[in-house]
DNA sequence: CTTGGCACTCGCGTCGCGGGAGTGCCAGGC
DNA sequence: GCCTGGCACTCCCGCGACGCGAGTGCCAAG
């Protein structure tokens, strides 16, 4: 009963404070929203609020405000997501469907995202490990140098140059060409893999692509099964990469003005930290799987050094293990109900799109 | 005489505000700067140089800082190029030499630059309208689903979706392979247009690719050269878009914290501003041939709306004709010569770089 | 357990006041 | 004619005082 009535309390003030960036006091909170009691018993509660550590004044005399704790069972408890209207809906199908390749896909829903949410968004490249290999296509820009280009079914092109240390006319270009299409095509990119690995192992033995390949001056490195083992072992590495794609996506850095705190202390560093890969990668965490939405409030989240930060997330892409990650980054002092729908909204339509033309 | 000193007063103004970041007065100056004659006469020189418009002092009793009309004179009659320390030139070599493929150089010449001048860095991606077709790879992805993949002899990859409306089996495909390649294989971009036109007229006559094609019950439009003819159109397209390439990248964006100015003043429309591809093309604006770096200052850049910001910009690339821009965009008050310096030292590099790969 | 009352605390904006930096001008010297 | 030292003046900026107002905690009564 009492219990119930702190807690609507923090709704409250969570939610008041949210909108209007400032500590929030007894008086406001029992004017704005319809909790029909006296201000004096909304400060007891707010005193035992404040003693469960979810919320905390700024200094004496001032209004509350919500800790992270209070944060986190306000999104845990109190707070559903609030459903999108049937317009955002429209406006999210028809953004996304406009685009005409999976980069387009990937740029649009990033930019979307960050419209919607008026945060930062990050989005990792789908993940696509159960795509197979449609085709592989050896060009020679020079003799001795070869460019590999992988085309993979879910339409996504891998490309890797190669130095070879052997002058190489048509036909034998060609004849790689046969080869390692005879090896990987159709093939999922773990198979396409094995299959690249049992190809090199019959046509380059003893011939480790080393460091120093090119400097060795034996007799072994001039023939074709040499560099044969190069362009596989290139290859090889372009499809341990594209399986695990690790490129991100942010958009929507603007908003990081809508802050509040300082330039260096926030907004800099932050900067800093969004131009880094690795940071992003850490940022996005672990792709949920099914449907849920992954809430990180300040320190519970991988940018301890910034503070005052969360972060929403959640996985995309088709069926259960091609999952890469999407969210947003924005201050603790958010609107989550919101926030966290607009994240599921995009990252369905992503995955529908995705589904459709993969 | 006296007119060489007061230019000579006018840069260590430049020199002296740029790295003070505060209004310089007389008495500063003559102790900084070895002018052999006293505040009283360089006071003279001030009130000469502002009623000449070369810089104002923000209010009455407070120091002099240079007016944009001030930094022209100083970047025009007085700033050399700084030249690179040969430490310098070796990190932009070696760093820039790791590059993979064109698109790793562009990410990372962006990303040094940034690092260099401590501004935000511009690179657009090279245009190279003076490569040639290497390839075109077609592979369907279903049986009305084809993947179109453009190689070009500068180690470029596009690729495009194209939807027909005939079921294709595999010979089918090879044809069309067949005849596409013949068409462009070995051409320059332009000239490789104008074969695909050609290729298109002979087989889709009467069958124009508008908007609505693949809704038109008619016979003619499921016959192979039906699909010929949308083969075509897009690798048209393809090509068109590839030789005036308007991709653009951005590094850098932390640095705009040390602008000094409010957030909402510039930092949020900058941040905005360079989200958008088409402000950041204007940004760059036409390149400039030969070796020469553009120095754009206040209004006299595209970005009238964000005062204070000087454009700093060169061409690069290879050959006469294959051109594209880099440079940073940064406040006014920045250091000329080392900036102009490495801008151009970058540019030069980049187009090495290129070359060699190309 | 709730409520009205009341004294208390403290941040914040305003105001006034030097201090200091820098200027413009002038008269004298080279 | 140009440079220089001196001098009065202007104006920004930082600092402390002050009062207001919002908000609290506590208490006694319902």
Redesign the interface.
């Given at each position: 009963m009492v219990e119930e009535r702190r807690l609507a309390v923090l709704r409250a003030i969570v939610e008041d404070y949210v909108s209007t960036e400032e500590p929030v006091g007894s008086k406001a909170l029992v004017e704005r929203h319809g909790l029909g009691v006296s201000p004096a018993t909304v400060r007891n509660d707010m005193a035992q609020l404040e003693e469960e550590g979810l919320i905390h004044q700024p200094h004496t005399s001032a209004g509350r405000i919500p800790t992270d704790k209070g944060y986190r069972v306000f999104v845990d408890r109190l707070a559903g997501v609030k459903p999108m209207s049937s317009a955002e809906k429209r406006a999210i199908s028809t953004f996304l469907e406009g685009a005409?390749?999976v980069d387009d896909t990937v740029r649009r829903s990033v930019r979307l995202l960050s419209q919607l949410t008026h945060h930062v968004a990050v989005v990792q490249y789908p993940i696509l490990s159960n795509s197979t290999v449609?085709?592989v296509?050896v060009?020679a820009?020079t003799p001795r140098r070869l460019?590999v280009?992988l085309?993979l079914?879910n339409?996504r092109?891998e490309?890797?140059?190669v130095e070879v240390d052997r002058d190489l006319d048509d036909d034998a270009v060609a004849d790689l060409r046969t080869q390692v299409n005879r090896a990987v095509v159709g093939e999922r990119l773990t198979a396409a893999a094995d299959g690249l690995a049992a190809l090199r192992a019959a046509s380059g033995e003893g011939r480790d692509a080393g460091p120093d390949r090119g400097l060795e001056p034996g007799a072994a490195t001039t023939d074709a099964a040499g560099v044969t083992a190069d362009v596989v072992g290139v290859l090889v590495d372009a499809l341990a990469d594209h399986a695990a794609d690790q490129r991100v996506v942010v958009?929507?850095?603007?908003n990081?003005?809508r802050f509040g705190e300082g330039?260096?202390t926030v907004?800099?560093?932050m900067?800093?930290a969004l131009?880094e890969q690795v940071v992003l990668l850490k940022l996005l965490g672990e792709a949920t799987t099914g449907g849920g939405v992954t809430v990180r409030i300040g320190a519970e989240g991988p940018l301890e050094e910034l503070s005052g930060t969360s972060v929403v997330t959640t996985g995309y892409g088709v069926g259960p293990d091609a999952l890469a990650t999407l969210g947003i980054v924005g201050p603790t002092r958010m609107d989550y109900p919101g926030t966290m729908a607009a994240v599921r909204a995009v990252a369905r339509y992503m995955s529908r799109i995705l589904d459709e033309?993969g």
């Open positions: 005409v390749d449609r085709h296509e060009v820009m460019l280009v085309i079914s339409g092109v490309q890797r140059l958009a929507g850095t603007a990081l003005a330039i260096d907004l800099r560093p900067l800093e131009e033309n």
